[in-house]
Every structure is written in C-alpha cells, then in structure tokens.
Nanobody
Framework: QVQLQESGGGSVQTGGSLRLSCRVS????????VGWFRKAPGKDREPVAA????????SYIDSLRGRFTISQDSAKSMVFLQMNNLKPEDTGVYYC????????????????????WGQGTQVTVSS
C-alpha cells in the first residue's frame, strides 16, 4: 500500500513562500500520478498541481500557474510544491495524493481518481 506524508506547512505573511514536501513510500516503479490538493475552510477540495513520477509533465490549475511549482526527486520518492507570492486565499490544508500505476492525464484534477492520500499540512497566509 502506498503511503504519503506531507510536511513543510506553516504560517507566512502575504507575499511569502513555502515549500511543501510529500514523501511517497512504496512507490510503484515508474508510473504514478502524484497530485497536490487543498481545502480551505468552508470550501470544497481544490486541485493545485500534479506530476507524473515516471517523468515530468507537470499540470497546474491555471489560476495558480506561475506562483506554484511542482517538482520531484524520484531517487528520494519525494514530490515538492514550491509556493511563492502567497495570498490569504491560499490558506488551507494541503494534501498530496497518489493515483498509483497511472500517468497523469487530462483528468488529473479529479480527486476521486487518487487512491492514496496523506494526512495534510496546514498553510496559513496572513495579510
């Protein structure tokens, strides 16, 4: 069973940066879509970005492209989310999730396709 663990959340002021990390244990060799999602209080879960661990081909929600960058270190089974120029509306719990055994495709933003989830890490951006 794939297990995921997020880290790197915290509290920053508007304009600050954070780098979230997701450690994926027991990673299937080559082909997994790993995504980041977030949930703000009172709002639905929202996709952020995803990356295929067998290569790259990152995908982003258009509204976050340019401020957020997803990357990976396959040797360490780590996926990262670099978040710059943070805004109060970025506040929420950030989750990483894995769709094991599949590449990311045009449906990467659909959270129900992911079969393994981390516990989440809190990000708070104050004005």
């Amino acid at each position: 069973q794939v297990q995921l663990q997020e880290s790197g959340g915290g509290s920053v002021q508007t304009g600050g940066s954070l780098r979230l990390s997701c450690r994926v244990s027991r990673l299937f060799s080559g082909s997994n879509c790993v995504g980041w999602f977030r949930k703000a209080p009172g709002k639905d879960r929202e996709p952020v970005a995803a990356i295929w661990t067998g290569g790259s081909s990152p995908s982003y929600i258009d509204s976050l492209r340019g401020r957020f960058t997803i990357s990976q270190d396959s040797a360490k089974s780590m996926v990262f989310l670099q978040m710059n120029n943070l805004k109060p509306e970025d506040t929420g719990v950030y989750y990483c999730a894995a769709d094991t055994g599949r590449k990311c495709d045009s449906y990467w933003s659909v959270w129900t396709r992911y079969n393994a989830w981390g516990q989440g890490t809190q990000v708070t951006v104050s004005s």
